[in-house]
C-alpha cells in the first residue's frame, strides 16, 4: 500500500490533479446541500425551480448564499484546474505509453465536466438560463441525421419547458456524478498500478 513519490513528482504543478479531485468533491458536497432545498420544476410563474434558488436558497436557508457561491465558483474553478493539469500532463509527456488509456479517460473526464456545466446553467430556471438552453438545443437539432432525435431527446417535447429541466437536472444529479465518480476510480486505479510518468 506503501509508494514512495518520486522526487520529480514533487513539484507544485504535479498537484494540479489532487485540486481537481478537491474541486469535485467540494461540487459533490455543495450539490447534495443544494438539492436538499432546490425544486426542479418549471410549471407556473414564477417557477419552483426559480423561488427556490432565488428566494429560499438565496434568502432562506442558513448560509444558502454561501454554498450556492462555492458551488458555483468551485464549479469554475474546477474548469481551470482541469486544464492546467491536462497541460501539465501533455507538457511532461505523462500521457505516452503506457499510459495512453488513462490520458483518454481524462479527456472523457473533462468532456463530463463541460455536460456539468451546460446541464447545471439550467437549473436556476431564470431567462439567462432558459435562452442559453435554447440555443444549445438548437445546435444539437442542428446535427445531420440525429439532430431532430437530439433535441427531442434533451426537451422532453416539442417546445422547452418543465420537461427540459427535469432531464436536466436528472442528468446533472444522477448521471453525471456517477459516471464521474466511476472514472476518477478508474483513473486513480490506473495511476496506483502504473506509477507517476516521469517528464520527458
Known sequence: MYQRVPNYANAFYYCFGGMVFILIAFQLLTGIFLAFYYVPDAAGNPAPAYTSVKDVI????????????????????????????????????????????????GVIMLLIVLLFSLTGYLLPWDTKAYWATSVTIKIGGS?????????????????????????????????LPALIVLLMYIHFRMIRAQGISEPL
Open 58 to 105: 438565496m434568502n432562506q436557508v442558513y448560509l444558502g448564499w454561501l454554498i450556492r457561491g462555492v458551488h458555483f465558483w468551485s464549479a469554475n474553478l474546477l474548469v481551470v484546474m482541469i486544464v492546467m493539469h491536462m497541460a501539465r500532463v501533455f507538457w511532461t509527456g505523462s500521457y505516452r505509453a503506457p499510459r495512453e488509456l488513462n490520458w483518454m479517460v
Open 143 to 175: 446535427a445531420p441525421i440525429l439532430g431532430p432525435l437530439i433535441e427531442n431527446l434533451l426537451q422532453g417535447g416539442p417546445t422547452l419547458g418543465p420537461n427540459t429541466l427535469q432531464r436536466f437536472f436528472t442528468i446533472h444529479v444522477f448521471i
